[in-house]
């Protein structure tokens, strides 16, 4: 293990599964079938990694509270539709997370997705207790708010300086930030490597076994 960290915090949609097409579609349809106009693509994946409803809001300022839950019920019926066959995990994150577990480190997943999606996703993979803990943004505050990631240095009993966030998005790593713990960044995921380096993370990845390899340059 490195010695400076013991706990190892993931985002879920863009850092361990390959979903960010399905999430930018179903809001295209959501928007289409709700009369809103389609924002492009570069929108649509600027606002991954929050809540869905502060995600819409983001993309639809103007949307009022009735136009939200029919925009949400869209938007979740065509995802889900499209996770009748699970997105698959990125190329070598199963075995380096294995790898990662057997090492000693905890596992945690800090998602802007909510908790029904994360644990039917979680089932479909086999993981239904594979982490330390999970939250999930219905059940705690959205992303950049640190709590979801105070909730998980608790359960852990790790202080923040002992973990790191690994995610894909500007609200990931600010929230880390928030949090007072470090962050590594992935370059494949919704947004671009040069806006979330911005955030100063202790690495940047362009694979995700690369994450491993660095925490073992450094070991006990």
């Known amino acids: 293990m490195h010695p400076d960290y013991k706990l190892l915090i993931f ?6 599964a390959d979903s960010i097409g399905r999430i ?8 289409d079938r709700t009369g809103f106009a389609r924002r492009d693509d570069f929108a649509v994946k600027g606002i ?15 949307i009022d509270d009735e136009a939200l839950v029919v ?7 065509h995802y889900i539709a499209l996770e009748a066959e699970p997105s698959p995990l990125f190329e070598g994150v199963a075995d380096t997370l294995g790898t990662l577990r057997a090492e000693g480190y905890h596992l945690a997943v800090a998602t802007g997705k909510a908790r029904r999606g994360l644990d039917r ?5 086999g993981w239904d207790d594979y982490f330390d803990i999970t939250r999930a943004a219905d059940e705690t505050a ?3 708010h640190p709590l979801m990631l105070e909730q998980i240095l608790a359960h852990c009993e790790v202080r923040p300086e002992q973990a790191l966030m690994v995610g894909d998005s500007s609200f990931d790593l600010q929230m880390a930030r928030n949090a007072g713990m470090g962050s590594v ?10 806006a979330l380096k911005a955030f100063e993370p202790r690495l940047a990845i362009d694979h995700f076994p690369e994450l491993h390899a660095w925490l073992s340059r450094h070991t006990d």
Do not use: C, N
Not at 185 to 194: D, R
């Open 71 to 77: 925009f949400r019920q869209h938007y979740a019926d």
């Open 48 to 62: 991954i990694g929050l809540g869905l409803p502060e995600a819409i809001r983001s993309l639809y300022p103007e």
């Open 142 to 144: 959205s992303k950049p």
């Open 11 to 16: 985002d879920w949609d863009g850092t361990l």
């Open 185 to 194: 960044a992935v370059s494949y995921g919704a947004q671009t490597i040069e």
């Open 121 to 125: 996703v979680l089932k479909a993979h």
């Open 24 to 31: 930018v579609e179903s809001m295209h349809v959501a928007s």
